[in-house]
């Protein structure tokens, strides 16, 4: 059964670069039939989509943060990676590292547990 | 992009019928049949239990089913249970290579 796990800081200084890493056990990440990727919820809101990864590299992101962030994949050790840089108390939220099924609306299949990073100086 | 438009709230008793809205615009909900609805309990990561408006993944109960008309897609819970109250969120991919999420909508049962 394939797992996700996120790992990083749950603390970082505002200005500074949120770094983020997702370890995909249990399967290969070089998944014809999955997209990887990254959605957060501020506490008490509704989810938000950041971006998507395939195994051989398109990227796909959320126009509101594309400035910002970068999702990168590293097939040799199946896992995928988040940067959001220029982070501010807005980026404050719980971050959860995803496995989208490659059909049309790319549906969310496989959850990590999520991991809370507080932007504060 | 805007968020997708869901009521905030809707209620019903056990064994009742409740739908919840999802409304977008043809750049998304009434441009293509890729909606996705999930379901979320506290303190626990969403679970998708319709795919592509109408697709149910194993494991999730026939009471819950998708459509969609024009730019409002739905989701409709039959025969409600007490497991079911929860959070519900919308998404929709785009015509622009992203994905989408409403709101998200709180269900009570009575």
């Known amino acids: 059964q394939v797992q996700l796990q996120e790992s990083g800081p749950g603390l970082v200084k505002p200005s500074e670069t949120l770094s983020l890493t997702c370890t995909v056990s249990?399967?290969?990440?070089?998944?014809?039939?999955?997209?990887w990727g990254w959605i957060r919820q501020p506490p008490g809101k509704g989810p938000e989509w950041i971006g998507n990864?395939?195994?051989?590299?398109?990227?796909y992101y959320n126009p509101s943060l594309k400035s910002r962030v970068t999702v990168s994949v590293d097939t040799s050790t199946n896992q995928f990676s988040l940067k959001m840089y220029s982070v501010s108390a807005r980026d404050t939220a719980i971050y959860y590292c995803?496995?989208?099924?490659?059909?049309?609306?790319?549906?969310?299949?496989?959850w990590g547990q999520g991991i809370l990073v507080t932007v504060s100086s | 992009q805007s968020a997708l438009t869901q009521p905030a709230s809707v209620s019903g008793s056990p064994g009742q019928s409740i739908t919840i809205s999802c409304t977008g615009s043809?750049?998304?909900?009434?441009?293509?049949?890729?909606v996705a609805w999930y379901q979320q309990h506290p303190g626990k990561a969403p679970k998708v239990v319709i795919f592509?408006?109408?697709e149910r993944p194993s494991g999730v109960p026939d009471r819950f089913s998708g459509s969609k008309s024009g730019n409002v897609a739905s989701l409709t819970i039959s025969g409600l249970q007490a497991e079911d109250e929860a959070d519900y969120y919308c998404s929709s991919y785009t015509s622009i290579n992203t994905l989408l999420f409403g709101g998200g909508t709180k269900l009570t049962v009575l």
């Open positions: 592509d408006v109408s």
């Open positions: 249990g399967g290969p990440i070089r998944s014809s039939s999955h997209y």
């Open positions: 990864i395939y195994h051989s590299g398109p990227t």
């Open positions: 995803a496995r989208h099924i490659h059909t049309g609306s790319w549906p969310v299949d496989n």
């Open positions: 043809s750049r998304d909900v009434g441009g293509y049949k890729y």
